[in-house]
């Protein structure tokens, strides 16, 4: 690596040098964005699921709910 920004500042000087050394910020920055982006995701999906899962879970409890009242009142 030393080896390579030596080339560079020989080739290109201190503005040379700057452009790679920011070159590979910004690849690991956008590294770093894409695992937190596909950790949010996953997270978000996880909430989805479990809110749709607790949903229907929900509804099937109020049906049984409404049909045992319905029984215990005499209108079923």
């Known amino acids: 690596m030393i080896d390579f920004l030596s080339w560079i500042g020989a080739v290109g000087g201190v503005g040379a040098v700057f452009a790679v050394i920011m070159f590979f910020v910004y690849r ?5 964005q894409r695992e937190d982006r596909k950790y949010m995701e996953d997270r978000l999906t996880k909430v989805i699921d479990d809110y ?8 099937k409890v109020l049906w049984e709910l409404i049909t045992w009242l319905k029984a215990k009142n005499g209108n079923l």
Do not use: A
């Open 28 to 32: 690991q920055t956008i590294k770093q």
């Open 52 to 59: 749709n899962r607790t949903s229907s879970d929900n509804t």
